[in-house]
């Protein structure tokens, strides 16, 4: 059973819990600099949207990676994973994502993507909006094509 | 050390001086920070006599110990500064984000002091802190002060900043951040404009730590639970903001309407939370670590009134709403916009007009006074003309932007101003609720409702509520809010967390941050200590008991109209108590065994 | 009588208010009477099991009846009801 890190911008009110919890599953602490997720946010137009890695079935990061450390995990389904062990931190994969969800830090020495938890996502459990999701591959847009869908429910029952 | 940074940033703008202190660890212990903090060193380091708007006042940006953690709604802090409102050391709370960032570049405390020989702002990136020339920026409104500072800055700052009505020194100017965040009350704003400080840009890369992260991850989680699992926090204030009060206070007839001339409003609809949710809002916004979202992102399109941006609050409708006999929410949201980009106080704005629009219909005033407006309730153009020009500080406007109690007594009736301690009631009439009286009276900064809430109990209770109109029981409810939201205030959190959690909450969450063992009945105590902190300070200002009461209408001019009809505000049945549970004489002066007990002296 | 309903109530609801020219004696069978006409989800929202819930707020002419005698709070003709849904703060 695949599941997939879905985002729902138009739930996201800007309050960062996704960041905080991402930085204390991974380092115990509360570090912007070490999120791997992003809720950005423009106060003028009040949207905010989290940004974090898609797990790209053909990663460019994956592709461009020298040594393997960047790859496709055999253990999780829909996984871009890494491996610091073989990883040289030429910083090729930050320059290869055209989504900007790779980023090298040096405080740590480390590629920081998502790694979804390993399967348990500590943002889906503190999102309190439901902007982030793990949700099966199969349902992964169920929800916002449901609620759609339920306008033109609404308007036909109206006229009917 | 944990929760806390273990710095503190210190400022000199006469000498462009920057300098940084180890926080000091008792007064940590002893005052968790923010409010707390900042009261501490107001007190210590500025004369109760000084001019708050001379250069030795010092202006004050205070974070908590749990604010950039993920405590739940934690991620406040606190404008600690003189007020030149009242002389009160005013400590006015706002959410966004730029008190984590304050954390993360490093800081459990900002003290900005003297003054900028021209204007001026700060940069602070981690230890890199610049005065900056704000030629450039004096002048606009803050949203757009935000956006010049971020393209000088980093586009990721965070910024704190004055509008026009604090560069004009106006005794309602405020502070906003996030540009639709406001530090509100007492006029702060006008502090930060006496020093020529444009504004305040912060980034961080720094980290905040926990003493014990898992303890710390489980409170958390419980928090959180609670919070979810509550009407209001969970529910409730996300789908109809704070403005759902509007019907509530109606419906128990203590609506001030028309400056406090009456207690029900009977359009009060038109401008609750409900037309609110139908009419303007877009989606609800929460401030950084929070999962309650009360905050609404809103837009007028009628074109009289046309604008974008957040809010009103229940208080910013109120007073702009029925306490003006208004019921155009499109009007009133306007005012609201306005008072946001030019910087100044909705609270007390709007209660200034109202006030303003008495002393018209009385004849006080004429249209000659008022720019040749016809300043009446109900005049909706009027009060948004009105407000503008507060904003602007021109015409009129210049007046009104100094409060209602000023703007009263220069015409000879200050009974007219519906203020305590010379600020200005917010939207709850103490004729109807016996004990939110009692804590506009006591309130150490003059009429607010925050700082004692006690309408969590007497009017949203529930089953475990008490009764508005007794006033039975009351000093001991006011001394426990007074107390407790010192205390919250102090670590961070936000009052709306109190939907859901409580004192052992809070101090269970505190203790895992920062590794200080507080007890429930120590982080009251330090509220406690606090709340006579601030007294303490207000006494050698000139506050006496005498100050502690309401204006004459709410103690013998009954209710006209509505459920409440008929009743007053019955303090002098509740105030003697108060200062004997507080442990005071009956001056109100707090005891040697009190001070002593609380270690203030 | 005239009831009328706030916040989250209009919904369930589906109206904003309803006037009732025979009203029944008590808050009591008044919420019942009205949870019979709009179903399951009313019902919940001011009833914890046989008891008044603990998180709703009855107004009798601006009176909460956790004060007057809760379900037995008694209804003349002429009174004006109003039911909130615990919501807010601020």
């Given at each position: 059973m695949a599941k997939i890190l879905m985002i729902h911008p138009d739930k996201c009110t800007g309050c960062r819990n996704c960041e905080?919890?991402?930085?204390?599953?991974?380092?115990?602490?509360?570090?912007?600099?070490?999120?791997?997720v992003q809720a950005y946010s423009w106060e003028r137009e009040g949207i905010s949207v989290p940004m974090l890695c898609q797990q790209c079935d053909d990663a460019a990061c994956v592709k461009v990676c020298p040594t393997g450390a960047m790859h496709r995990s055999t253990t999780l389904a829909n996984l871009v994973d890494w491996d610091e062990r073989v990883c040289i931190r030429c910083k090729m994969c930050t320059v290869a994502c055209p989504f900007g969800n790779a980023r090298y830090d040096a405080a740590s020495s480390s590629i920081f993507k998502c790694d979804t938890c390993q399967g348990a996502p500590e943002c889906v459990t503190f999102c309190p909006n439901g902007a982030l999701e793990y949700v099966d591959d199969t349902q992964q847009v169920r929800s916002r094509k449901k609620a759609y869908a339920a306008k033109f429910k609404d308007a036909f029952q109206e006229v009917s | 050390m944990f929760g806390w940074t273990g710095t503190i940033l210190r400022v000199n703008l006469t000498k462009g001086k920057v300098s940084r202190e180890a926080t000091d660890v008792k007064l940590a212990h002893d005052y968790i920070g923010a409010r707390g903090l900042g009261v501490r060193i107001i007190s210590d380091e500025v004369d109760p006599k000084a001019d708050a708007l001379g250069p030795d006042n010092k202006l004050i940006f205070a974070p908590g110990p749990l604010t950039g953690t993920f405590a739940p709604s934690a991620g406040r802090f606190d404008v600690i500064t003189k007020g030149p409102l009242n002389g009160v050391i005013a400590a006015s709370n706002s959410g966004g984000s730029f008190g984590p960032e304050l954390k993360y570049a490093g800081y459990d405390a900002l003290i900005i002091e003297g003054k900028a020989a021209k204007p001026s702002y700060l940069w602070i990136k981690d230890d890199e802190v610049e005065i900056r020339d704000a030629a450039a920026i004096w002048g606009h409104t803050t949203p757009d002060t935000t956006d010049l500072v971020r393209a000088a800055t980093d586009e990721d700052a965070k910024v704190a900043c004055i509008g026009p009505a604090g560069e004009k020194l106006a005794l309602l100017a405020?502070?906003?951040?996030?540009?639709?965040?406001?530090?509100?009350?007492?006029?702060?704003?006008?502090?930060?404009?006496?020093?020529?400080?444009?504004?305040?840009?912060?980034?961080?890369?720094?980290a905040v730590r926990v003493a014990d992260p898992e303890a710390f991850k489980a409170a958390v989680m419980k928090s959180r639970q609670m919070?979810?699992?509550?009407?209001?926090?969970?529910?409730?204030?996300?789908?109809?903001?704070t403005d759902v009060l509007v019907?509530?206070?109606?419906?128990?007839?203590?609506?001030?309407?028309?400056?406090?001339?009456?207690?029900?409003?009977?359009?009060?609809?038109?401008?609750?939370?409900?037309?609110?949710?139908?009419?303007?809002?877009?989606?609800?916004?929460?401030?950084?670590?929070?999962?309650?979202?009360?905050?609404?992102?809103?837009?007028?399109d009628n074109p009289a009134y046309q604008g974008a941006g957040e809010g009103p609050e229940y208080e910013t409708a109120w007073s702009f709403g029925p306490d003006c006999g208004i019921d155009d929410l499109d009007a009133v949201t306007k005012a609201n916009f306005l008072c946001n980009e030019y910087g100044i106080d909705t609270i007390s704005l709007g209660s200034t007009i109202a006030c303003a629009m008495e002393l018209f219909e009385r004849g006080v005033i004429t249209a000659k006074d008022t720019d040749g407006v016809q300043l009446t309730f109900g005049n909706t153009a009027a009060m948004v003309e009105m407000t503008r020009k507060a904003c602007t500080g021109e015409g009129f406007g210049a007046k009104l932007a100094q409060g209602s109690y000023r703007l009263a007594e220069s015409y000879g009736h200050p009974e007219y101003s519906m203020t305590c301690k010379k600020q200005e009631m917010p939207a709850y009439d103490p004729r109807g609720v016996q004990g939110i009286g009692l804590n506009y009276a006591t309130g150490n900064r003059g009429g607010c409702h925050v700082r004692g809430y006690t309408i969590a109990v007497e009017v949203l209770g529930g089953a475990g509520g008490m009764d508005p109109r007794v006033t039975e029981g009351k000093p001991g409810l006011d001394i426990l809010f007074q107390n407790l939201t010192a205390a919250l205030d102090s670590s961070g959190a936000c009052l709306f967390s109190t939907f859901g959690i409580g004192g052992p909450e809070l101090a269970e969450m505190l203790s895992a941050a920062t590794g200080v063992e507080y007890s429930l009945e120590e982080f009251l105590k330090i509220g406690e200590r606090i709340w006579n902190a601030e007294r303490l300070w207000n006494l050698k200002v000139g506050f006496t008991a005498a100050d502690d009461t309401l204006p004459e209408r709410l103690l013998?001019?009954?209710?006209?109209?509505?459920?409440?009809?008929g009743m007053v505000n019955r303090l002098d049945e509740m105030l003697p108590g108060y200062y004997q549970e507080r442990g005071w004489d009956e001056s109100g002066v707090p005891t040697k065994a009190k001070l002593k007990e609380l270690a203030l002296v | 009588m005239d009831v009328q309903y706030f916040a989250t109530f209009r919904d369930l609801a589906g109206e904003r208010a309803r006037r009732i020219d025979e009203p029944p004696a008590t808050v009591g069978e008044l919420l019942q009477a009205l949870a019979g006409r709009y179903g399951a989800a009313f019902r919940r929202a001011v009833f914890d099991g046989e008891r008044l819930s603990p998180i709703a707020i009855i107004l009798v002419n601006g009176r909460n009846v956790h004060f007057t005698g809760g379900l037995d709070t008694p209804l003349a003709p002429d009174d004006q009801v109003s039911i909130f849904p615990m919501v807010a703060g601020g």
């Open positions: 905080l919890a991402c930085e204390f599953v991974h380092e115990g602490q509360f570090r912007p600099a070490a999120t791997r | 405020n502070i906003m951040n996030e540009m639709f965040r406001a530090a509100g009350r007492t006029g702060v704003g006008a502090v930060m404009g006496s020093k020529n400080l444009k504004a305040v840009a912060v980034y961080g890369n720094g919070i979810q699992a509550h009407p209001v926090g969970g529910a409730g204030l996300k789908a109809y903001g019907n509530i206070l109606n419906q128990i007839g203590s609506l001030p309407t028309r400056n406090y001339q009456d207690g029900y409003f009977p359009t009060a609809d038109k401008v609750g939370g409900e037309s609110l949710a139908a009419k303007q809002l877009i989606r609800p916004k929460g401030c950084f670590s929070c999962i309650i979202s009360c905050g609404r992102v809103t837009k007028v013998k001019d009954p209710i006209k109209t509505g459920p409440a009809k | -």
